[in-house]
Structures are given as structure tokens and as C-alpha cells.
């Protein structure tokens, strides 16, 4: 079984720029979610999908992020304008029951 | 404000010996606890999971305890192999917020022959 697929892996970029990132869940899985990750940190959701509704996005700073995910599979999360503070690794994971799957992630660098 | 803290950030343990990887949470509305591996440039894996109603989960060398009243778990790996060098974080979540996971900071894991 394929596991939940991002890309692209590394994403350098200048501030101010805009950036996409993509997400594709394991089969079957309704769940989606994306975290953020700093150095030296766990990772901290952003965002819940259930299907293609954003259920919980309490945690998303909403004046530059915002994501998607228009017919329950696939999302994409977007910063438009980065900042450097935005530098982290930003995770995809889909959910079974209980338990979350994660993607490799994408590494993003802001200069 | 942290509701999930892994006080060790490092840990070293020989070969073949136990690592004991420690866990604390502050949220009693919690009811199920993961944790997971992380290698360098990958995205944390599933290890083992537990739920509230029990106090042991056991799969091969992987062993999570929790302590309910104490707000306490912990991942035991015996025997510990070179392998298992790796990042290990403790997340936990409720059903009624979706499972979103509160992660720990991370315990850095390493085996040395």
C-alpha cells in the first residue's frame, strides 16, 4: 500500500514569495491533516480535513496560509507572502481510526 | 502551552540493553497515545500505539506503558539494536478533537555496538 505522497520535498524561496505545497493521503483515508514542524520541535497541526471540509483550522495563521482539498483526496497548502519565520518542515498525514500516517514532509527554506 | 513534554532530550544505551523513552501529559481528556520514530530528512513512522482503557501494549521488542493517574507513559525497546537510533516522539489525542495529535518535543535515541 502506498503511503501519503508530498511533494516537492525541498523548497527554497526569498521572502515575500509564494509557495505551494501538495499532499496526496493513503487510499481511503477521509482524514487529512497538515502539521509544522520547527527545529528542535514535535510538530504543531495547522489544519483538519474531514473529506473536503477544513473542520479545524483554529490553528492556521489565516492572514497568509490557507489549503484545500476540493474533492476529499488530494490538498494543497499555500503561504503567500513567506516569511523567514515560515522556515520548517510542513507534514501531511491521513488517518485510520486512531492512528496517523505521516508523509516525508516538504522542507522549506524562507531567505 | 505544552500539554504533552518529554523531559529527556537525549538518551544513549548500549547494544542489547533497554531504553526506557519517558513521556508526560497534562490533559486527562486524552485517550489515546502514539509514539513515533523520526529519522534525519523523513517524516516521523508509527511505532505503537495505546489506548486509555489499558495500561500495556506490546508489539515485538516495543512495549508502551501508561500510567493514567500519574499522566505517565513510556516506551520500552529491549533488546535495543543500532537501528533504533532515531528521534522518538510522544503525541497524544482525543476523539472528540479528531485525533489531532499534541506532540512531545522528542527524545534523541542513540545505540551504540
Known amino acids: 500500500e502506498a503511503g501519503v505522497v508530498q511533494s516537492p520535498r525541498y523548497k527554497i524561496i526569498e521572502k515575500k514569495q509564494p509557495v505551494a505545497f501538495w499532499c496526496n493521503p493513503i487510499?481511503?483515508?477521509?482524514?487529512l491533516y497538515w502539521y509544522r514542524q520547527n527545529l528542535g520541535q514535535g510538530p504543531e497541526l495547522l489544519i483538519r480535513?474531514?473529506?473536503?471540509?477544513?473542520?479545524?483550522d483554529s490553528q492556521l495563521p489565516k492572514d497568509r496560509f490557507s489549503a484545500e482539498r476540493l474533492k476529499g483526496v488530494d490538498s494543497t497548502l499555500k503561504i503567500q507572502p513567506a516569511e523567514l519565520g515560515d522556515s520548517a518542515v510542513y507534514l501531511c498525514?491521513?488517518?485510520?481510526?486512531?492512528?496517523?500516517?505521516f508523509g516525508p514532509g516538504t522542507r522549506l527554506l524562507v531567505l | 502551552d505544552q500539554q504533552v513534554k518529554q523531559n529527556s532530550p537525549s538518551l544513549s544505551v548500549q547494544e542489547g540493553r533497554i531504553s526506557i523513552l519517558n513521556c508526560d501529559y497534562t490533559?486527562?481528556?486524552?485517550?489515546?497515545f502514539l509514539w513515533y520514530k523520526k529519522y534525519p530528512a523523513e517524516g516521523p513512522t508509527f511505532l505503537i500505539s495505546i489506548s486509555s482503557i489499558k495500561d500495556k501494549n506490546e508489539d515485538g521488542r516495543f512495549t508502551v506503558f501508561l500510567n493514567k493517574s500519574a499522566k505517565h507513559l513510556s516506551l520500552h525497546i529491549v533488546p535495543s539494536q543500532p537501528g533504533d537510533s532515531a528521534v522518538y516522539f510522544c503525541a497524544a489525542s482525543e476523539v472528540n478533537s479528531g485525533y489531532e495529535l499534541n506532540f512531545g518535543k522528542g527524545t534523541s535515541l542513540l545505540v551504540t555496538p
Open positions: 498525514a491521513s488517518r485510520q481510526v486512531e492512528t496517523q500516517y
Open positions: 490533559n486527562s481528556m486524552f485517550d489515546y
Open positions: 480535513y474531514e473529506n473536503e471540509e477544513a473542520v479545524d
Open positions: 487510499s481511503g483515508h477521509n482524514t
